[in-house]
Each structure stands twice: as C-alpha cells, then as structure tokens.
C-alpha cells in the first residue's frame, strides 16, 4: 500500500492506493500533517512507501522522519518518466507538471494529450502522441485572481469564488465575478481552440481544485479528474519501481 502525497502551493492532499485502486484521501495543513500521517499509518498498517510531490514550501525533514516505518520518496527530476522531455530548463519544470504529463501518457497513451490544473496557477501541460513532453502555459488561478484584484488595488473588496449571474456585471461584486470567472472560462477555452488549430486530435484532461466548478462551464468537452495528480503519483511511482 502507497501513500501518496501531493504538496501544491495552496493545499496539500493524500491519498491511499493499493495497487491502482484509491482506498483513501485527505487533505493537510502545513500545521497538522505530521499528526494526520501518524493517523494514516495507524488506520492503514499495509503502508509500505509514502511517496511525495512537493512544488509548496513544506520543508522535507518532517517526512524523513517516518523513514523509520516507512520508505520516504520525493519525487524529482532524476527520477524516470515515460516520456522525452522538450522543456528548454527541465531542471526548473514544476514536478507537479511532470508527473501529470506521466499520469497523462499512462491513462491515455499514444495520443496528443493536453492537461490542465487548475490549483492555485492554472497549468497547461502538452504531451505528443509520441511521447514527447512539449510545454505549455502557467497562468494565474480562481483564487489568485480574486486575491490579486483586491491586493494591487485601492477600491476592490477581496470576494471569494462565486458563479457570476451575467456575462455583464451591474455591481463591483458582480463584475469581478464575470472578470474572474468568465474570464478564466474564455482563456481555457480559447487556449484548447488555439492547441486545436495546431493538432487536429487531442484528448483534453481537467484536474487541481477548481475542476468540478470550471468543468461544467467550458464548451470544450474534457476530461475531468480532480484526483488526476495523486492518481498519476501512485503510476509515476510504480512505473519508477519498475525502471530503478
Ligand atoms: N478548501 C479549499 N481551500 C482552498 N482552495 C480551495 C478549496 N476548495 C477548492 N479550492 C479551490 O482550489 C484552488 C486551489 O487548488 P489546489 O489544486 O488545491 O491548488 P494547489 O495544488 O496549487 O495547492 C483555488 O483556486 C480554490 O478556488
Ligand atoms: C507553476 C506552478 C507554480 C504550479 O503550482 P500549483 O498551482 O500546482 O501550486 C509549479 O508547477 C511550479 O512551481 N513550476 C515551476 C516552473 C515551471 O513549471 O516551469
Ligand atoms: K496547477
């Protein structure tokens, strides 16, 4: 049994998988994961390997200390990856983009692939159907959104995520909320008409925490899997046994 750990510059997330089967997930705070991994082990005494991806500030010593139970991993740019990588600075590719390009070409192998995350950045992520690992975009997401119109302005109100009523807003709420919504609906949508003018056929994964809000407002049909990254770790891993 894995743990798999996901450290994204928002939220950290976990998740249990025996073979390619999810038996739990979690989230963490910075504060409380060491206390709810303790919590994990003891519920799930199978266990063996906790695996962890980390592109957030999370400081790795609080993981090495479970070496004594567990075999501790972190992901990284040394590790194998299914596919080749056309990056210019590889070495500085978010290994959260690497291991969804992994998940990516494991779940849907040999087609052109775009995969994007909408977490704390929204991520674009382009996988060819021979395997090569193109590139993409890294975009502000929801919430910086929201958060960056309230701190570079004197006058806007910090507002969380709410579905607008109408493409044009009638107040400064409203407005915002078509600004940061629709926009960000037309961006991805306008990005995949532009990937699609340059590959006539690609499968289109959606995943990160705003999936299930955006999924169902873009025209474009996807795939979407707000799991797809711990998913994807659990394949990276398993796919890094095999090639070790
Ligand atoms: N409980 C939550 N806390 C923070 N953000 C959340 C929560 N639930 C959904 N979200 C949305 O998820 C996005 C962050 O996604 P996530 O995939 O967790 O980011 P990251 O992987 O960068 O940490 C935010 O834009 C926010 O709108
Ligand atoms: C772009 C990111 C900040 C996205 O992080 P996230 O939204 O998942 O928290 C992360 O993938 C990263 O730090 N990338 C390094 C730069 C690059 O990928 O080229
Ligand atoms: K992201």
């Given at each position: 049994m894995i743990l798999t750990v996901d450290i994204g510059n928002t939220r950290i997330k976990g998740a249990?998988?025996?073979?390619?089967?999810?038996?739990?997930?979690?989230?963490?705070?910075?504060?409380?994961?060491?206390?709810?991994?303790?919590n994990i082990l003891k519920t799930h005494q199978k266990i063996t390997d906790l695996v962890v991806a980390s592109v957030g500030d999370v400081k790795k010593e609080p993981f090495l200390t479970f070496k004594k139970e567990l075999n501790v991993h972190f992901i990284s740019h040394e590790d194998p990856f299914p596919f080749s990588n056309d990056y210019e600075t590889p070495l500085t590719l978010g290994i959260d983009r690497m291991v969804l390009a992994a998940g990516a070409t494991f779940q849907f192998p040999d087609q052109n692939r775009l995969v994007i995350d909408a977490g704390t950045c929204?991520?674009?992520?382009?996988?060819?159907?021979?395997?090569?690992?193109?590139?993409?975009?890294?975009?502000?997401?929801?919430?910086?959104?929201?958060?960056?119109?309230?701190?570079?302005?004197?006058?806007?109100?910090?507002?969380?995520?709410?579905?607008?009523?109408?493409?044009?807003?009638?107040?400064?709420?409203?407005?915002?909320?078509?600004?940061?919504?629709?926009?960000?609906?037309?961006?991805?949508?306008?990005?995949?008409?532009?990937?699609?003018?340059?590959?006539?056929?690609?499968?289109?994964?959606?995943?990160?925490?705003?999936?299930?809000?955006?999924?169902?407002r873009l025209k474009n049909t996807i795939f979407a899997n707000s799991n797809f990254l711990l998913e994807s770790l659990n394949q990276t891993f398993q796919y890094k046994i095999k090639n070790d």
């Open positions: 249990v998988f025996e073979g390619n089967t999810q038996i739990d997930a979690f989230f963490f705070t910075k504060i409380d994961f060491r206390k709810k991994i303790e929204v991520t674009f992520d382009f996988i060819d159907d021979i395997n090569r690992y193109h590139g993409g975009a890294i975009a502000p997401g929801l919430r910086l959104r929201y958060e960056s119109l309230h701190n570079f302005t004197a006058k806007l109100p910090l507002l969380t995520l709410e579905s607008p009523k109408d493409l044009i807003g009638n107040s400064t709420s409203e407005s915002i909320h078509s600004g940061v919504v629709n926009g960000l609906v037309y961006e991805i949508d306008g990005f995949i008409d532009e990937y699609r003018a340059r590959y006539s056929n690609f499968i289109i994964i959606l995943t990160g925490g705003d999936t299930d809000f955006l999924a169902k």
